[in-house]
């Protein structure tokens, strides 16, 4: 079985420019999740997709945005980049919202660097 | 005061070692937790997932909860090289903001020497 999986592996942008990456979550899941891995801060939450609906979102400023295809896979847009925004962004999956217990399962990631 | 703290080490021990990881956090809302590894420029990997306060073991691996000291633990037996990466506890809760997001510890980096 396929695991989740993320592109591109890397991105590499400049300040202000926009930033879309994607994921492909496992097969037969519904609920997909967004976390940010920066240096020394660790992995935060960013948003959670389920049937197409935004969830739930973390800490972060509205230039974070995403959204989740009717196939469930899902993109992350990051708007007027800036420096600090350079950070492992990692997806996970799940199989939905019928129960709490859940668990997440991640994606490799992609690494963004702002410049 | 973060919700959830990690020593984040770094913990070297050699081959065949007992090693052991902890969390301690402070919202009582917690009520799922788990441990995940990731080696160096990887993904996160579930290895445990747990609920209420007691022991479950896989194999080698033997996670705590007391839900009562807000504590978190997990043990590695016969530790081996390729157990060396970076080990991160997570927690989740229900309803409010906590719902559907992990919470993570800053990560403790393991290092095993053959």
């Known amino acids: 079985e396929a695991g989740v999986t993320q592109s591109p592996t890397h991105l590499i942008k400049t300040r202000g420019q926009q930033a879309t990456l994607r994921c492909s979550p496992i097969s037969g899941h519904t609920s997909v999740y967004w976390y940010q891995q920066a240096l020394g801060l660790g992995l935060q939450f960013l948003l959670w997709?389920?049937?197409?609906?935004?969830?739930n979102r973390g800490n972060f400023p509205p230039r974070f945005s995403g959204r989740q295809f009717p196939n469930y896979s899902s993109e992350l847009n990051v708007n007027a980049l800036e420096l600090e925004d350079s950070a492992l962004y990692l997806c996970a999956s799940s199989p939905g919202t019928a129960t709490y217990t859940d668990t997440q399962y991640f994606g490799p990631g992609t690494r963004l660097t702002v410049l | 005061q973060k919700e959830v703290e990690q020593d984040p080490g770094p913990l070297s021990v050699p081959e065949g070692a007992i090693v052991s990881l902890n969390c301690t956090y402070s919202?009582?809302?917690?009520?799922?937790f788990m441990w995940y590894r990731q080696y160096s420029r990887k993904g996160p990997e579930l290895l445990m997932y747990?609920?209420?306060?007691g022991n479950k073991e896989d194999g080698r691996f033997t996670a705590q909860v007391d839900k009562s000291s807000k504590y978190i633990s997990l043990f590695i037996r016969d530790s081996q090289p390729s157990d060396s990466a970076t080990y991160l506890c997570a927690m989740s809760g229900t309803g409010g903001t906590s719902y559907g997001k992990l919470t993570f510890g800053q990560g403790t980096i393991l290092t095993v020497h053959p």
């Open positions: 997709y389920d049937e197409g609906e935004e969830r």
């Open positions: 919202n009582s809302a917690f009520q799922y």
């Open positions: 747990t609920y209420s306060s």
